[in-house]
């Protein structure tokens, strides 16, 4: 058993991260740390949660206990620098669910989040947790787990079998990508009220959202040189996350031969579902799934692949990496789907 800190409780992130390490059934004890919302307590922030989670107050970030095992870190971009480190330092394991960690390069980093790094050494010794991608073994010794972003996470495990196995015949690729509202956080935004987006879609960050570069690197890590392109719309919907790659092969490839790829990929994988036709949002909307369909057409291979954004994309796959550093069933206390 393992005690567990939720370093920014309050978010959707946060949210979702009370009640899976609640009924987790290896995770003995939590704490709730927030800013802001210091002082309440989970069912007055979440009144929902009463009779289901227990009712924690919410403590300061500015008082975290070093005495637990592991830390979840759901904050804003730049705020994990403040708390990583010294958690680190005092030997304990750390899960940053937000993008301080993920990109290789403080160049990079600087460029696309418009901040210095501070812990830059952590930039080499993290683990970038695509959790479903990686073997058991990656786990071993490893203190800080990058916990991909939700973008990255629908686009890379619907791309990385085909990239690592026929890097040297793609000519380009496209994903074309969607999300809910939640991806934006919980800070309110007129852009993204309901008046706004209701029977509404539209583009944003077109050729400069964050998440390329990291989505870049990991496919670069497999084999993957040629030219992508990424362009990211919002959905009127609160969650989930849509994605649609459109590969262009320098020539044809038989089409069993890359659906096999995928099959060996994940086969006796727990969280991706190879879908026999388009999956739809709502297929794993609450859940830690990634569903997957491949479509082979002469040198056209289209791929399009769902998940939840706040789960897959954030807090159950925080979760699934927290097992996986354990050693333990990557299942456990994510099999459930949310009402």
């Known amino acids: 058993m393992i005690s567990v800190g939720i370093i920014g409780g309050s978010g959707y992130t946060g949210k979702k991260l009370i009640r899976l390490c609640n009924s987790h059934p290896k995770i003995s004890t939590y704490k709730v740390y927030g800013a ?30 070093l005495n637990l095992d592991v830390y979840f870190i759901a904050l804003p971009h730049g705020e994990a620098l403040k708390f990583a480190p010294q958690l680190l330092e005092n030997g304990k394991k ?35 947790g695509l959790a479903d991608f990686l073997p058991q073994e990656a786990y071993k010794n490893v203190n800080l787990v990058a916990n991909p972003g939700c973008y990255p996470t629908a686009t890379l495990l619907s791309l990385l079998p085909l990239a690592s196995n026929f890097s040297e015949k793609i000519l380009t690729v ?23 987006m209701f029977g509404n879609a539209k583009a944003y960050n077109v050729n400069k959202h964050r998440h390329q570069p990291e989505i870049l690197q990991c496919l670069n890590k497999n084999g993957f040189d040629s030219p992508f392109s990424f362009t990211t719309h919002l959905l009127p919907v609160a969650v ?49 799934f990634c569903d997957i369909n491949v479509s ?44």
Do not use: M
């Open 36 to 65: 802001s919302s210091a002082g309440e307590t989970v069912y007055s922030l979440f009144p929902e949660y009463a009779g289901v989670t227990e009712n924690k107050t919410i403590e300061s970030v500015n008082n975290i206990d």
């Open 240 to 288: 989930g996350i849509h994605a649609t790659s459109s590969v262009h092969l320098k020539e044809s490839v038989n089409a069993e031969k890359i659906l096999d790829v995928y099959k060996a990929a994940y086969d006796g994988s727990k969280f991706v579902r190879l879908r026999e036709v388009p999956p739809q949002l709502n297929w794993v909307t609450g859940t830690n």
């Open 174 to 196: 496209s994903t074309i990508a969607y999300s809910g509202t939640s991806g934006a956080g919980k800070s309110p935004k007129t852009e993204n009220l309901l008046s706004e």
């Open 94 to 128: 750390v899960i940053d669910l937000g993008g301080d960690y993920r990109l290789d390069s403080e160049e990079l980093y600087s460029k696309w989040y418009k901040l210095q790094h501070t812990s830059v050494d952590l930039l080499k010794s993290k683990l970038y």
């Open 296 to 339: 082979v057409e002469g040198t056209t291979v289209i791929i399009t692949s769902v998940i939840d954004n706040l789960v897959k994309g954030a807090a159950g796959q925080a979760v699934q990496n927290l097992n996986k550093l354990y050693g333990w069933d990557e299942e456990l206390g994510l099999k459930c789907k949310e009402a």
